[in-house]
């Protein structure tokens, strides 16, 4: 065989594409089960509050319309003002979701800041960013939530900044371990004996290697960051003029829903809480672990 033969024989060789992440995700059972419920959720949360026909804050005529049972014209019934509770139930899903997203896009941005150089730059740097993160692990999250809550009012955008401020610490502490490892990678001083800036390197060779991971980890954030605003509404501390699953909790507590067997009014939101935590676990789990080639069977 000549060697044109031979590197015509290499050239004939398909290669099978590696799968990509989100193929792995799809396949694997926990993580398909996970996109499909926050698929269904963000559907009934974007599109819901526009197809049902009812005013969430819209109040019942006279008293007999208060506290009505689950029917035809009112799929969850009704609260203590004659309100229906499925708009409500919609409403609150689209606000509970949008402030553990955002609050988990402020978490994230200054976890991974702050992780990224603290393990770059590692001395003082690393120190001093370290220091600050201890400390907010120590401190108890939610009276220090309760707290800024109730000093800077009662605002969705003052709820989403106390809680994203508070959230990013785990961030931070799994960024930086992984920025201290791909720091004595080869291709750090090779860059640097090119002439790159520290802020290049960052950017062109740090960062791209730690996306899968901040990702995986900003999915199990958003869990944390919903159960939080659902904390702070329940306890009264959220926005009284927005509708969440949170609020909904308290005023079903507070208008004695639960002695009245009222189930219909605080059951919902409760579980609706409990699966979109469920959901988002399951995809940021099942996202670690197809990204992580060691926590699925790899070398």
């Not at 969850?76 to 309100?83: A, H, I």
């Not at 991974?112 to 003082?124: Q, W, Y």
Request: net charge neutral.
């Amino acid at each position: 065989m000549t060697s044109d033969q031979a590197a015509q024989g290499i050239d004939d060789i398909e290669y099978e594409k590696p799968p990509s992440n989100w193929t792995l995700l799809w396949g694997d059972r926990m993580g398909r089960w996970g996109i499909i419920i926050l698929v269904v959720v963000t559907v009934l949360a974007v599109f819901g509050p526009m197809i049902w026909p009812f005013d969430p804050a819209a109040v019942g005529e006279d008293s007999s319309s208060i506290f009505q049972p689950p029917s035809s014209a009112h799929w969850l019934g009704t609260d203590e003002l004659g309100r229906d509770v499925f708009s409500q139930f919609l409403m609150g899903a689209r606000i509970s979701l949008f402030v553990g997203i955002m609050a988990t896009l402020i978490a994230t941005v200054i976890g991974a800041g702050i992780g990224v150089m603290a393990g770059f730059f590692r001395g003082p740097v690393d120190s001093a960013a370290m220091g600050v993160t201890d400390f907010f692990l120590v401190v108890p999250a939610l009276p220090l939530m309760i707290a800024l809550a109730a000093i800077f009012g009662q605002n969705l955008l003052i709820v989403i900044i106390v809680i994203g401020a508070l959230a990013w610490p785990r961030t931070a502490r799994i960024v930086r371990s992984q920025t201290l490892s791909l720091r004595e990678r080869q291709f750090v001083p090779r860059a640097r004996s090119l002439g790159a800036s520290n802020a290049r390197i960052i950017r062109t060779n740090i960062t791209p290697h730690l996306l899968a991971l901040i990702v995986a980890n900003t999915i199990l954030v958003v869990a944390g960051c919903i159960l939080a605003e659902a904390t702070l509404s329940f306890i009264g501390l959220g926005d009284p003029n927005r509708i969440s699953w949170g609020s909904m909790l308290h005023f079903g507590f507070v208008s004695g829903a639960v002695g009245r067997g009222a189930w219909w009014y605080f059951l919902p939101p409760g579980l609706g809480i409990l699966v979109v935590v469920l959901g988002f676990t399951l995809v940021g789990q099942s996202f670690e672990r197809v990204t992580n080639p060691k926590m699925r069977g790899g070398a």
